[in-house]
C-alpha cells in the first residue's frame, strides 16, 4: 500500500516541480510584453511609413517636373492648386498614420521637415507663377532626392534596430 500511495504523489510532486518554473517564466514574460522597450526590440520593420516616404518622394519630384518649364507649358493656377493639395493629402495621411501608432520622434521630424520643404517649393511657385527654370528645378530635385533618401536611411536604419 505504500507503493501506491508513493506512486501516486509522485506525479503530482513533477508537476508541481515543472509548473512553478513554467509559472515564473510565463509570468515574467506577460511583464516584459507590457514594456516598450522588449515590444518594439521584437516589432516588426515599419514598412507603412517606409512606403509613405517613398510614395512622398515620388509626389514631390512629379510635382517639381510638372511644373518645369519647357516644351510649351502655359500657367494655370487652378493645376498649381489642385496638385499642391493632392500633395498635401498624402502628407496629412502620413503624419496621421504617424500619429496613430508609437511616437518616433526622428521618423515625425522627417516627415515635418520634407512636409515643410514641399510647402516652401509650392509657395514659391505660387508667389511668382511662373514655372521653374530647368537649371533650377534639376539642382531642386537633387537637394529633394538628397532628404528623402536621408529620411529612407533612418527607416533602414530603424529597421535595423527591430
Not at 509559472?23 to 522588449?38: A, K
Not at 515599419?46 to 512622398?56: A, F
Not at 532628404?147 to 536611411?153: C, D, F, G, K, Q
Amino acid at each position: 500500500m505504500t507503493n501506491l500511495r508513493y506512486l501516486q504523489r509522485q506525479p503530482l510532486a513533477r508537476s508541481t516541480r515543472l509548473s512553478a518554473p513554467l509559472i515564473l517564466i510565463l509570468s515574467i514574460l506577460v511583464l516584459l510584453s507590457g514594456c516598450t522597450t522588449i515590444s518594439e526590440f521584437f516589432a516588426p520593420p515599419d514598412t507603412v511609413s517606409r512606403q509613405n516616404i517613398t510614395e512622398l518622394r515620388a509626389a514631390h519630384l512629379a510635382f517639381i517636373d510638372e511644373f518645369t518649364g519647357g516644351g510649351g507649358k502655359t500657367w494655370d493656377d487652378a493645376r498649381l492648386s489642385a496638385r499642391t493639395s493632392a500633395v498635401e493629402d498624402q502628407f496629412t495621411e502620413a503624419k496621421q498614420y504617424e500619429s496613430n501608432k508609437r511616437k518616433d520622434a526622428a521618423r515625425e521630424r522627417a516627415i515635418a521637415n520634407l512636409h515643410q520643404q514641399f510647402k516652401s517649393h509650392a509657395s514659391f511657385l505660387e508667389r511668382r507663377k511662373a514655372f521653374y527654370r530647368p537649371n533650377f528645378a534639376r539642382e531642386l530635385k537633387t537637394q529633394v532626392e538628397s532628404n528623402y533618401a536621408e529620411a529612407l536611411r533612418g527607416e533602414d536604419a530603424r529597421a535595423r534596430r527591430s
